[in-house]
């Protein structure tokens, strides 16, 4: 548990997620049971998308769907190094190669217009990161993927809930790999889901998930066998029925939740308007935003920078983070892949600058009142120094 008065994110668990924990918990199956399915089938139903297999962790879930479609030693995936290391690591756990691409300073997303040139005859995928909730510029992406023949794959941990024109994060790409960690949308404890576009390859996702065996336990239970075959590579990458209880009576407030976030997000974006040290980053109007970090932008001014602001509102009880140092900054991927800094200028100087702001469902208004108030008070006097 956090000391802050105040946390950049937390949890909403209630009485409904008791009830349903409780009845699994009762229940035969404990893991690899039918609350799976269920979750499985209202999750896909929520994002409008023909199926959805759910795995372990939203890391997983890129393993599983990188996985799916074949990318193995050599591919190489482009995506935007302003994301969390499991988007890379994914690919690298594949044997594949991520290829970092800058993004837009307004949105922190992947500029399409510098996708192109990163394409050789080596590239298997487009990876979008719908950084904060905001959906990427999925038209563009498209177009580019279906010009070069790539698959277009998203990593929605951020987005889920969130739309795009008049579609539904999660129904957009090829596939899209989503995570139920306690700091997301709704939580599972950990979890994740991904959905697919072609029902033959989230067959074979709950084949990885599992091994790489053809049957599950229970369908083995069902037709009364032993024999199973392992028929591909796989690993254990199951989620219990315990964890989808919780995802099944968390996904009914989905709705409620994200509207939370937005209302949050308006009260920020009004007090921030003209505002002369923090900038909040561009919300589009064509996206509807799932608001899982408010990010704003530091100006250095004085003793005002990013640092003295994250560390005095520490100091006042306000939790606020940093996402993200770009990807290939860590010095395990500038080992791994020869990376150095200068690649992506967007996305470094955006790190030096960017700070998410505490957002979350049960954020009480007299809450933000104090952290906006806090912020121009420690603005105002250290910009001084
Ligand atoms: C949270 C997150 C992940 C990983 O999800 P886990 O459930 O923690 O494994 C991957 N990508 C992004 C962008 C995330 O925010």
Known sequence: ?????????RQSVGQADYTSVREVLESEWLTTGPTIDRFEEEFA???GAPCAVAVSSGTAALHTMFSAFGVSAEDEVIMSPVTFAASANAVLYCGGKPVFVDVDPDTLLIDPMKIESAITTKTKAILAVDYAGQACDYSALKIIANRHKLYL???????LGGEYLDMRVGSIADATAFSFHPVKAITTGEGGMITFSDPTLAKRARQFRNHGITTDFREREEKGTFFYDVSSSGFNYRISDINCALGRAQLKRLRSC???RNEIAKKYSKHFHGHPYVLPLVHLPEVLHAYHLYVVRVSNSGGLTRDSL???LREHGIGTNVHYRPVYLHSYYQRMLNLKSGLCPNAETAYQQILSLPIFPTLASSDISTIVSTIDEICARLAKF
Not at 153 to 159: R, Y
């Open 258 to 260: 994200i509207d939370k």
């Open 153 to 159: 794959l998203a990593d929605a941990c951020h987005s």
């Open 310 to 312: 994250y560390a005095a």
């Open 45 to 47: 139903g929520v994002v």
């Open 1 to 9: 548990m956090s000391r802050l008065r105040i946390p950049y994110s």
